[in-house]
């Protein structure tokens, strides 16, 4: 066989998926497809289009029940599934500040509220006579601190996060200087 024989037979192997078995011969170059349609035609190019088998269903048209019902439901469940992602990516960034906000709420009621002066009058005349007296207003004790000190959510990993880039730096040193140590020529 010629080149342009083997060339031929490799591309109709590739090109029919190799669907019929027919050994390597002269015969090859001139091997017609026989099928029981008959060869295609560019005259059939339309014959085929692609059409559907059932009729679409109308944009407009009346919806029965139980088609009010899936279309909601499936609705409902895709707005309620959109809601909950919302929800669970805004709380990532909230859930901490919250329940820091609410550790103080508590411990403001626990320790101020039963404390607390809420005369207004009585209060009124307690600052004119400070100011009165030249007095500044008393600077803030560590218990009133205390109360609304909250760890920063933002700070709170840090030091690990340090340490460990300490620890790497430090491996990564010893890591060098091992392999200067192993470039030195004997002595």
Avoid: C
């Avoid at 039963?114 to 007095?135: I, M, V």
């Amino acid at each position: 066989m010629s080149p342009m024989g083997i060339w031929l037979r490799l591309h109709r192997l590739v090109n029919t998926a190799n669907d019929y078995d027919l050994p390597f011969s002269a015969s090859q170059l001139h091997f017609q497809r026989r099928s029981v349609q008959g060869t295609w035609n560019p005259w059939l190019w339309h014959y085929e289009t692609e059409r559907r088998r059932t009729e679409a269903p109308q944009w407009r048209r009346k919806l029965s029940e139980e088609e009010w019902d899936y279309y909601v439901d499936q609705y409902s469940a895709q707005m309620k599934q959109e809601e909950e992602a919302i929800q669970q990516r805004v709380s990532e960034h909230t859930e901490i500040p919250e329940q820091s906000a609410r550790e103080v709420q508590e411990r403001w009621k626990q320790h101020v509220l039963p404390r607390l002066q809420t005369d207004l009058e009585f209060n009124l005349s307690h600052f004119k006579r400070q100011h009165a007296r030249g007095q500044r207003p008393e600077p803030v004790t560590m218990g009133e601190y205390k109360l609304f000190s909250v760890p920063d959510h933002r700070e709170l990993g840090q030091d690990a996060v340090d340490m460990m880039r300490r620890r790497e730096a430090r491996h990564q040193e010893e890591w060098w200087r091992h392999r200067k140590e192993q470039l030195k020529a004997p002595k």
